[in-house]
């Protein structure tokens, strides 16, 4: 039998099963939604869902009665009442609910402004290889049809995980996997009620379900049976100050790893392309096998973990446990990470308490639920201020004033990470000193190339080695990975697993490999999963033809001009505020949760696609002389890390920023960028520093006036200096030009002197701008006359002089010399302030090494 909690976890997710039913089904309005709801679990799936008793029908089928009598349905209906209570609410027109497409948040306010073309979603699986997966539109239609579709492919699949057996709890896994696959585009709540205002359908039915089952879990554990009916009826009376809604029955948890930046990107160049893709993924993989294990410790389902990416993660727990028990699990992972990590990096966690009424809007009492968002993010960078300033623990103390193990002759230190190398344990590659870790990221990131599936099994935690590898680091928590590139390749568990999940790379087909599976594990509990690989790994052809993870000397082969590599970082403009104000008091969980879902698949997803477009080697679409041109290192939550090819970086920056536009509609969410290009031999570390003050110091502060409108941000950090999207096209489209004339392209090539009088006039210019910026803060000039002694100065006569000189002497180029002498010293929109771009860029573009 499964217990009464197990049973509610799973009641909980699949309440509102019915909503999707029902819009399938011709006879959909001649029973309600919940029994709908109701005969999936009772009739369709009676065999599989028996260990569960009739409890689980139970709560399904009245979780929308006036007077639920058992438990377990009044704490479905607390949990649903507190996760729905988001609905939004407008004058909209009535739409059927299988009519509805679901809205997009990003196009709607408060996050767009009034008269944004509002976009929909269409209605389908979550499928990698489709478009509309990731971007709404304009005009979606959506009808029963779809529904039907669709619903046949959820029951399939469902049947394929049922079989012949009962319900097992593991297979709350694979459920949650199968609701994220199949209603992650489909709207929770429709416009069809007969007021003057109605629900807007922009809560996914997947993020609703599984916030309901999250918020769901937590109260079993922090309420007694005597407090559901008081709750519910103050819940339905929701009004503010009432005193009952205080209750703190959550608890939501941050957790946070520092140090990635040294971690990643401070090795030496021996294998650091494979490395760095290796340690970027562990890093992943660590943020979530923590996430993981904290949940598993407080025995907990996966329905809490409410967001994991991008180096932290958030879950919600019930709050008196958490207050227990968190002390020790905080000492715990600091201790695990100190042994594998050395301080290099550690995962910061803390907490903030969450009442019933932190889930509801303001005007029913609540505070919207982002408060607690932002709370408990301030909470952890205070723990990281602090990080090592109250050593209070012994062991910490013990760690912190034992000498580091570090090699003490140059023979005994790691050639990539400079640790401690010794000869018995560690390895030597190629001649190359390589401590055990070291090897086994690289190990890992040649595995990452092309892998088709990853395992992770749970096993009893195990003692942390010296250096330890990336799957011991793991194992410390009790979980045992192996990634593959095909399912037949797993090897059965030494040791006593006691349950696995199987995950699915870049394919939403995940129930395909239950057989291999099971053949493999037998009995073991075994979940399936799918997940995103969110990178884009650059090949090389070797002597013998077959393919191997390019190094990054071979990406900058694929550059134009000069053999150069640069490092791309992105991200998007202002999200905490996005988040924070952007919703404002509709701001509630899953609003949240569906907000960051949608993000995080555009940069998981869609934007490792965009990137592997530049890989024509690894893409098998290649002719004989083509290099892959970028290593999508990290891409994921609302960022990105990019190293390649120099000059492709631009391009595929800016493509990035197109298809973001695509995504929010419009131009109310931004993005920016970084680029930082150099020689091969510039330590990695110091061109991703680079590219981080491009992008924070340079396209971060950058503002201008667009069409009359003042635009912050927004831009992009390139060449040393920053520009608006719009300006770096118009420096690109320069820069076709200039190039064209370089080259010649069939005509009498210009000679390069003129890219040299290009930064001359350039330098000129920035002088004279700097010159006169000082002396209108000075208060010798005002501002209108900082524009024209801006404009106006000896590097004009200059120019003409010079652009006329070359002009006379290249008669076939004349036209777009003529062309560029007027886009220089036009009034308006001038180019001369990306001038120096465009010589450098030029420059680089023609230069032959
Ligand atoms: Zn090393």
Redesign the pocket.
Known sequence: MVTEEHTLWLAALLHDIGKFAQRASDQGRGASHAEFGRRFVEEMFAGYFAPCGDYLAHAVAHHHTGSPQRDIEKLVMLADCLSASEREEEERHQEAPSWAPMVSMFSRPPLAPEGTTELRFALGPLNWADELTFFPRKDVQVGPPDYAVLWEHFVAEFRTLAGERGYHPHDLTTILALLRKYTSRMPSATPWGKGETRTVPDVSLYDHLKSTAAIAACLYRELGPDSYDVLLKALRAASPGQEDLQLEVCALLKGDISGTQDFLYLMSSSGASRGLRGRSFYLQLLTETVAGWVLERLGLPLTNLLFAGGGHFYLLLPFRQTQELFPQLDKEVTEKLWRAHQGDLCLLMDYVPVALCDFLEAEQGGHAFSEKWSEVSERVNAAKQRKWGQPGTTWMSEVLFRPRQLGTTEEEV?Q????Q?EPSVDMLVNGVR??R??ESFEELGRKLRQPSAMLLLSMPERELPD?PTWDEVLAAFGRCPQVVAAAGELVPPQGAATSGVFYRFDSTEFLQSKTDAERLFGDLPMAYDFRLLADATPAVRDAQGSLKVAEFADLAQASEGVKWLGVLRMDVDDLGSVFRSGLAEHASLSRLCTLSETLRLFFEGWVPTLFRSYNPVASGSNGEKAHDAVYLIYAGGDDLFAVGAWSVLPEVAAQVRDDFRRLVGGDHITLSAGIAVEHQKFPLYQLAEAAKEALDGLAKRYSRKLNGRAVKKDAIGFMGKAMGWEELTRAAEWKDTVVQMLRGDGKKAVPRALVTRLAEIAHLYEANARLQRARQRAGEISEEQLNEEVMYAKWMWQLVYHLGRFRARQEEHKEELTELQQAIIRQQDSLIPLLAVLARWTELLTREE
């Open positions: 790691c990539v990470c400079h640790g190398w390589k401590c870790r070291c250096r």
